[in-house]
């Protein structure tokens, strides 16, 4: 048997115990088929295959982002970017949705996305109002960068019939004037999810889905992006239906360049509980092993249920998604007995908690099933959880490069609690499997930025937060491939680099381990190959 392609004279870092180094490696099809010194694969060479000399580039496992919103990252290549590099102000950010009511029909969607209160230079939120001075004829939704708030105009709480009559629903709030009770058009959570999230909705969403064709450019257009930053495999954090339809239609063309895992809120785990359908159940390109459950609210949206409340409001305890311990047990034990992983978002101390004691149940009423069970996020961490995790196996897999993006925020909402968040080593040294997790769009995309973070713990301003939580760079980039793949039950496939494993590779320009940390984040991609077939390549 003959190789497809080579690349000799590289630095591999293998990330297999058993092969650290190598200089080259040989693929065959989606395979590898051997690694090792440039002479022992030379022979696999044929008049077909193709050579790559990489002059002593790096060579890693391709990148695996275990937490990534995929389907939602996608389809901000069709709304407005309210970040704060496109409006650093209210009166910008109503100029340009002002400018794109000019573009479209009138009665026609405005969603504007990215957009951080925090960074602002106003000092005041995004109210209604504002919206509607930009567009009073069109209904317009910008949603806040951690997801988990948005804020909506006039006419989309009409397109809603939402009033000051209107009740908070279960898991969220909705924003009003205090002396007034009138909407301010800010909608918390669920109130958010239910208006605009197909996925997590309980009902049909009053902002339209986009249209099949659509998601599936968009979706492409994503995976690609995100392949020229080293990344062959994601966990779609947040899967609805209609996704599951996009990727299946991407698969049968065979126009997937990224490998996708589904991860699936619970409210459709009905269907596959009808279905007979057990976890998990796909192939190596796409995927489905693990069933999401929001518990509580967001580290940068000032949602996460924390029983010490918030530095500037100790009486803000954050907000519960779900409320009834007995609830979530009920849903912890179906994930469990069907055999998907229960990947639970909890951030705060008191959804933690919660969180542990329904994994806990669900492992004591059925000791027979062996799901990975996960914390996504998993920020306010103590000694306690860290035993109960260990003892369970319940992996972590905490935000990466938020230290980077939303570092400004963390003081000030957490105090000297934020020295302990985001606790790789905290995790690794209590015997805790920890996987990468970007959050993106909410974290920042890039792996190797990630890498820095975990292993700098500096913030874009370069201050310092939780020094004693930094983990080695061997650490870091494991985080990112072998130990990604066993958070979706697939190192046996994929995150080293050794025969029979999937032909997932990264090139880069430049060693990490000979560069000073702090520009770990800057070292350019030169390929990526997924499969066996280089889906990017620099310049």
Not at 20 to 41: S, T
Not at 76 to 101: F, H, M, T, W
Not at 125 to 132: G, K, Q, S
Not at 346 to 368: C, T
Request: net charge negative; charged share 25%.
């Amino acid at each position: 048997m003959k190789a497809d392609l080579i690349l000799k004279n590289a630095a591999i870092k293998t990330m297999d115990s058993a092969r650290p180094f190598a200089e080259a490696i040989a693929f065959f099809q989606d395979r590898i088929l051997a690694v090792g010194q440039n002479n022992d694969v030379m022979e696999l060479g044929g008049p077909q295959t193709n050579w790559l000399d990489m002059t002593g580039k790096t060579v890693l496992p391709g990148f695996i982002d275990a937490h990534e919103h995929l389907s939602w990252f996608a389809e901000n290549y069709l709304n407005l970017d309210c970040s704060p590099q496109k409006a650093d102000s209210i009166d910008k950010l109503v100029e340009i949705v002002g400018q794109r009511a000019l573009d479209i029909e009138p009665g026609e969607w405005i969603r504007g996305v990215l957009y951080d209160d925090t960074k602002m230079k106003d000092g005041r939120v995004l109210h209604r109002d504002d919206l509607d001075k930009a567009a009073p004829e069109s209904p317009v939704i910008v949603v806040h960068v951690s997801g988990h708030w948005g804020v909506v105009n006039s006419k989309a709480l009409a397109c809603g019939g939402m009033d000051r009559n209107s009740s908070d629903p279960q898991g969220g709030e909705l924003g009003r004037d205090p002396a007034t009770g009138r909407l301010d058009g800010r909608l918390y959570e669920m109130a958010l999810f239910n208006f605009a999230f197909e996925s997590l909705a309980v009902q049909p969403t009053v902002v339209p889905p986009y249209p099949r064709d659509i998601r599936k450019d968009a979706v492409r257009k994503a995976a690609t992006f995100l392949n020229s930053a080293g990344i062959c495999s994601v966990g779609d954090a947040l899967c609805a239906p209609s996704y599951i339809m996009t990727y299946h239609d991407l698969l049968h063309a065979e126009l997937l360049s990224l490998r996708i895992n589904m991860i699936v809120p619970y409210q459709f785990l009905a269907n596959f509980e009808n279905l007979g359908l057990t976890g998990g159940w796909g192939n190596s390109w796409l995927r489905c092993s693990g069933i999401k459950i929001i518990v509580d609210g967001a580290i940068a949206g000032r949602t996460a249920a924390i029983s010490q409340g918030y530095e500037n409001d100790p009486d803000d305890h954050g907000l519960l998604l779900i409320e009834s311990q007995e609830e979530l047990d009920h849903l912890i034990r179906r994930i469990h007995d069907l055999g998907y992983q229960a990947c639970v978002h909890a951030n705060g101390d008191i959804a933690i908690n919660m969180v542990l004691d329904a994994i806990e149940r669900a492992q004591q009423d059925n000791s027979a099933g062996k799901p990975r069970h996960r914390i996504e996020h998993c920020t306010m961490i103590n000694d306690a959880f860290l035993k109960r995790m260990a003892r369970m196996k319940v992996m972590a897999l905490p935000f990466v490069s938020y230290l980077w993006q939303h570092g400004e925020k963390l003081r000030p909402f957490y105090g000297a609690r934020a020295d302990r968040m985001f606790a790789h080593k905290s995790f690794l040294e209590a015997g805790v499997k920890v996987a990468s997790g970007s959050d993106h769009p909410v974290g920042l995309h890039s792996p190797l930025l990630g890498i820095q973070c975990m292993v700098t713990r500096k913030t874009a301003a370069g201050e310092t937060i939780g020094l004693n939580e930094r983990i080695s760079l061997e650490e870091a980039v494991r985080v990112y491939t072998a130990d990604a793949a066993y958070a979706t039950c697939e190192e046996n496939l994929k995150g080293m680099l050794k025969p029979n494993m999937l032909a997932d590779v990264v090139v880069l320009q430049q060693d990490p381990w000979k560069v000073n940390p702090d520009e770990i984040g800057s070292i350019d991609v030169e390929m990526t190959i997924a499969g066996g077939k280089i889906v990017f390549q620099k310049n």
